[in-house]
Protein backbone atom coordinates (compact mmCIF):
# COMPACT_ATOMS: atom_id res chain seq x y z
CA UNK A 1 0.00 0.00 0.00
CA UNK A 2 1.43 3.57 -0.92
CA UNK A 3 1.26 6.62 0.85
CA UNK A 4 -1.08 7.86 -1.62
CA UNK A 5 -3.60 5.04 -0.65
CA UNK A 6 -3.11 5.41 2.67
CA UNK A 7 -3.74 8.94 2.90
CA UNK A 8 -7.22 8.59 0.32
CA UNK A 9 -8.50 5.51 3.18
CA UNK A 10 -7.22 8.03 5.85
CA UNK A 11 -9.96 10.41 4.07
CA UNK A 12 -11.96 7.80 3.06
CA UNK A 13 -12.75 7.16 6.85
CA UNK A 14 -12.64 10.36 8.30
CA UNK A 15 -15.07 11.43 5.52
CA UNK A 16 -17.22 8.15 6.99
CA UNK A 17 -16.86 9.38 10.70
CA UNK A 18 -17.97 12.21 9.88
CA UNK A 19 -20.94 11.31 8.21
CA UNK A 20 -22.23 8.58 10.94
CA UNK A 21 -21.88 11.89 13.42
CA UNK A 22 -24.02 13.95 11.34
CA UNK A 23 -26.22 11.38 10.60
CA UNK A 24 -26.93 10.15 14.29
CA UNK A 25 -29.10 13.50 15.60
CA UNK A 26 -29.83 14.35 12.05
CA UNK A 27 -31.68 11.15 10.64
CA UNK A 28 -33.32 10.66 14.66
CA UNK A 29 -34.54 14.26 14.11
CA UNK A 30 -36.32 13.07 10.62
CA UNK A 31 -36.89 9.74 11.90
CA UNK A 32 -39.40 10.66 15.11
CA UNK A 33 -42.42 12.39 13.37
CA UNK A 34 -42.00 10.40 10.40
CA UNK A 35 -42.72 7.58 12.62
CA UNK A 36 -45.44 9.51 13.97
CA UNK A 37 -46.93 10.63 10.76
CA UNK A 38 -46.63 7.11 9.64
CA UNK A 39 -47.86 5.35 12.66
CA UNK A 40 -51.45 8.08 12.49
CA UNK A 41 -51.75 7.25 8.71
CA UNK A 42 -51.43 3.68 9.50
CA UNK A 43 -53.44 3.58 12.24
CA UNK A 44 -56.38 5.83 10.23
CA UNK A 45 -56.26 3.10 7.75
CA UNK A 46 -56.73 0.14 9.55
CA UNK A 47 -59.66 2.10 11.81
CA UNK A 48 -61.33 2.36 8.01
CA UNK A 49 -60.52 -0.81 7.05
CA UNK A 50 -62.25 -1.94 9.69
CA UNK A 51 -65.14 -0.61 8.49
CA UNK A 52 -64.68 -0.37 5.17
CA UNK A 53 -63.52 -4.44 4.25
CA UNK A 54 -62.87 -2.95 0.91
CA UNK A 55 -59.77 -0.99 1.93
CA UNK A 56 -56.16 -1.83 0.62
CA UNK A 57 -53.91 -1.78 3.25
CA UNK A 58 -50.91 -2.71 1.69
CA UNK A 59 -49.70 0.94 1.01
CA UNK A 60 -49.95 1.54 4.29
CA UNK A 61 -47.92 -1.52 5.81
CA UNK A 62 -45.17 -0.46 2.91
CA UNK A 63 -44.90 2.98 4.43
CA UNK A 64 -44.90 1.45 7.77
CA UNK A 65 -41.91 -0.81 6.94
CA UNK A 66 -39.95 2.21 5.26
CA UNK A 67 -41.04 4.92 8.47
CA UNK A 68 -39.75 1.82 10.66
CA UNK A 69 -36.43 1.49 8.68
CA UNK A 70 -35.46 4.49 8.08
CA UNK A 71 -32.64 5.48 10.39
CA UNK A 72 -31.43 2.22 10.34
CA UNK A 73 -30.93 2.19 6.54
CA UNK A 74 -29.51 5.91 6.70
CA UNK A 75 -26.27 3.83 8.34
CA UNK A 76 -26.42 1.13 6.24
CA UNK A 77 -25.90 3.43 3.15
CA UNK A 78 -23.13 5.09 4.86
CA UNK A 79 -21.08 1.63 5.61
CA UNK A 80 -21.93 0.23 2.20
CA UNK A 81 -20.21 3.35 0.21
CA UNK A 82 -17.27 3.27 2.82
CA UNK A 83 -16.98 -0.46 2.51
CA UNK A 84 -16.30 0.55 -1.79
CA UNK A 85 -12.99 0.86 -2.93
CA UNK A 86 -13.22 3.26 -5.97
CA UNK A 87 -16.31 5.84 -6.75
CA UNK A 88 -16.91 3.71 -10.06
CA UNK A 89 -17.99 0.41 -7.48
CA UNK A 90 -20.92 1.98 -6.10
CA UNK A 91 -23.84 0.86 -8.58
CA UNK A 92 -27.30 2.34 -7.51
CA UNK A 93 -29.80 -0.40 -6.77
CA UNK A 94 -32.87 2.09 -7.44
CA UNK A 95 -34.58 -0.06 -10.70
CA UNK A 96 -37.31 3.02 -11.00
CA UNK A 97 -35.23 6.07 -12.69
CA UNK A 98 -36.37 9.22 -11.22
CA UNK A 99 -35.51 13.09 -11.58
CA UNK A 100 -33.62 14.69 -9.17
CA UNK A 101 -36.24 17.89 -8.87
CA UNK A 102 -38.62 14.93 -8.09
CA UNK A 103 -36.38 13.65 -5.25
CA UNK A 104 -35.91 17.38 -4.22
CA UNK A 105 -39.51 18.38 -4.16
CA UNK A 106 -39.62 14.99 -1.71
CA UNK A 107 -37.05 15.81 0.74
CA UNK A 108 -37.75 19.66 0.77
CA UNK A 109 -41.71 18.53 2.01
CA UNK A 110 -40.58 16.27 4.78
CA UNK A 111 -37.48 18.59 5.74
CA UNK A 112 -40.47 21.49 5.85
CA UNK A 113 -42.60 18.87 7.76
CA UNK A 114 -39.68 18.00 10.26
CA UNK A 115 -39.43 21.42 11.07
CA UNK A 116 -42.94 22.21 11.86
CA UNK A 117 -42.93 19.05 13.70
CA UNK A 118 -40.41 19.92 15.97
CA UNK A 119 -41.27 23.73 16.37
CA UNK A 120 -44.78 22.37 17.56
CA UNK A 121 -43.47 19.98 19.99
CA UNK A 122 -41.41 23.56 21.37
CA UNK A 123 -44.34 25.43 21.41
CA UNK A 124 -46.11 22.98 23.14
CA UNK A 125 -43.62 22.63 26.07
CA UNK A 126 -42.55 26.32 26.56
Do not use: H
Request: hydrophobic share 60%.
Amino acid sequence: MTLLDKFVQFIRIGAVLVTLVLWTPLGLICWVPLMIRTIALFTSMVMVSSFSRNVDMEAAQQKLSFAIEFYIWGFQKILEVARQQKAGNIQLRNAIQTSFVQELKVLIANLIYTILFWSGIIVLLF
